[in-house]
């Protein structure tokens, strides 16, 4: 097949510190081209891949200190018209950058695939139901559920994949605890210290702090950092934040949203590492209670049920997610998926050349 990636442009394509979205289309597309599909990324200049790459921004726009955020819609734009010039080179195009691609999808002449991989908001939502008939594909059950479920065309739910190769020394000792993402309301920094000072292991905190969350970070997280049991890495890049997975007790994830899917859920079961986190979005999804996590309603039930993750089996984590969110895995159903969209099409000619 031939393949379009339409990749967002606010980080580099694999990611080289943050980036959840960024880093599935990354293996997605190193897993497509490895099957032997013509695949086409477009993408930051900066980005690395085996694929033939459209360069649509100068480097991941978050990091391009020189380029303001009102010019990012811009770069947007040209990705988005570089497609539309270069449309009939594909069979299919896998829209990632989200609601601004869809009215130049809903014209292509060739098919689309857009996976939602952030949830859809009320600033953003009557552009989605503008285009409702498009493909969309849910990143989880709980996205699907809780995001326009009647009214949006979700074709698929697939699980987001990890690169669950190389070894795992599940017998390093452990002795701290692991939070690893924004450093936001949302992801719960805050309760993750407070957790692990009431289970009295330190903790490791890493991840980017935006500009939106920077006032959070400045008055009720960086007071806490002043414990001597808990450390503030910044970002970290996959080898580093491997790592930290190796090297923690539990990774702690007291979401205080309807997390879509949770790649730090699936990366620390791949290290072997169960996680604490309350139920909330694709959490009961992706992690077993108690064999390969603790899932709790609140910061009090997952500080009393602690004592669980001793009895949790490291290998059990990491065997949970090699089957269930390799990237061979993601790929696979992605794949099928493609060849379905293209059989239906092909059928809907047929049947209205039958009309006529």
């Not at 379009?4 to 694999?14: F, G």
């Not at 599909?37 to 033939?52: I, N, P």
């Not at 059950?141 to 990890?162: F, K, S």
Request: charged share 25%; aromatic share 8%; with cysteine.
């Amino acid at each position: 097949m031939r393949i379009a990636q339409l990749a967002p442009l606010s980080e580099t394509v694999p990611p080289k510190l943050y980036g959840g979205s960024e880093l599935v289309v990354s293996l997605l597309t190193e897993e497509l081209v490895k099957r032997g599909h013509d695949v086409t990324l477009f993408a930051s200049s900066d980005s690395v891949t085996s694929s033939r790459l459209i360069s649509c921004a100068p480097t991941g726009l978050r990091r391009a200190k020189d380029i303001p955020a009102t010019r990012w819609p811009a770069y947007e734009l040209k990705s988005l018209l570089a497609l539309e010039s270069m449309q009939d080179q594909f069979d299919i195009v896998h829209n990632h950058m989200g609601y601004s691609a869809l009215p130049y999808l809903r014209n292509l002449k060739c098919l689309s695939l857009t996976t939602n991989h952030n949830p859809v908001k009320d600033y953003c939502a009557d552009i989605y139901l503008k285009f409702r008939e498009l493909p969309f594909v849910a990143i989880s059950n709980a996205y699907r559920r809780l995001n326009y479920p009647a009214e949006l065309n979700y074709v698929a739910t697939v699980h987001n994949g990890i690169d669950v190769g190389g070894a795992v020394d599940l017998r390093s000792p452990r002795h701290n605890l692991l939070f690893l993402g924004r450093i936001c309301p949302d992801k719960g920094t805050v309760e993750a210290i407070e957790i692990a000072r009431r289970v009295g292991v330190p903790i490791i905190l890493a991840g980017k702090v935006d500009d939106n969350d920077r006032e959070y970070f400045e008055t009720l997280v960086r007071p806490l950092l002043a414990r001597p049991d808990v450390e503030y890495v910044g970002e970290v890049s996959a080898v580093e934040k491997a790592k930290l997975y190796s090297s923690a007790i539990a990774t702690v994830c007291p979401i205080n949203f309807d997390e879509p899917f949770g790649l730090v859920f699936a990366e620390s079961l791949a290290a072997g590492t169960p996680v604490m986190a309350l139920r909330r979005g694709a959490a009961p999804e992706v992690l077993d209670d108690g064999k390969t996590g603790i899932l709790s309603d609140t910061v009090d039930q997952l500080v009393s049920r602690f004592s669980e993750i001793e009895t949790m089996n490291r290998s059990t984590c990491r065997e949970t997610a090699k089957l269930l969110f390799s990237k061979e895995r993601m790929a696979d159903e992605y794949e099928a998926l493609y060849y379905q969209l293209l059989v239906n099409q092909q059928e809907k000619i047929l049947y209205e050349g039958c009309l006529t």
